[in-house]
Nanobody
Framework: QVQLVESGGGLVQAGGSLRLSCAAS????????MGWYRQAPGNQRELVAT???????DYADSVKGRFTISRDNAKNTVTLQMNSLKPEDTAVYYC???????????????WGQGTQVTVSS
């Protein structure tokens, strides 16, 4: 019912920037927390950044000062601005929505399909 679609991934050189976007669709009344996670080959999926409906943010230490998360509650979208990218940022980035309230159900977690981000040396 509820779907998340990511966009904005690609290949960039170290020091460059990318902006990832995620749009949630469906009969959505409210999303408590939206965030971005990433997973590189051989690694576990890790939290990158989250943002609550009220605008409170949380970042992984590895991206603090470089990444900025934002959201538009009216549009049910979340954006991750990534600056000063490093090769270590290379991963598949997944959009997440937690605490999704619709007209017919509540969903704990909804995940997008993921978008590849590759940072070359």
């Amino acid at each position: 019912q509820v779907q998340l679609v990511e966009s904005g991934g690609g290949l960039v050189q170290a020091g460059g920037s990318l902006r990832l976007s995620c749009a949630a669709s469906g009969s959505i009344l409210f999303i408590n927390v939206m965030g971005w996670y990433r997973q590189a080959p051989g690694n576990q999926r890790e939290l990158v950044a989250t943002i609550t409906s009220g605008g409170s943010t949380d970042y992984a230490d590895s991206v603090k000062g470089r990444f900025t998360i934002s959201r538009d509650n009216a549009k049910n979208t979340v954006t991750l601005q990534m600056n000063s990218l490093k090769p270590e940022d290379t991963a598949v980035y997944y959009c997440n929505a937690a605490g999704v309230i619709t007209y017919q159900s509540n969903q704990r977690d909804v995940w997008g399909q993921g978008t590849q981000v590759t940072v070359s040396s």
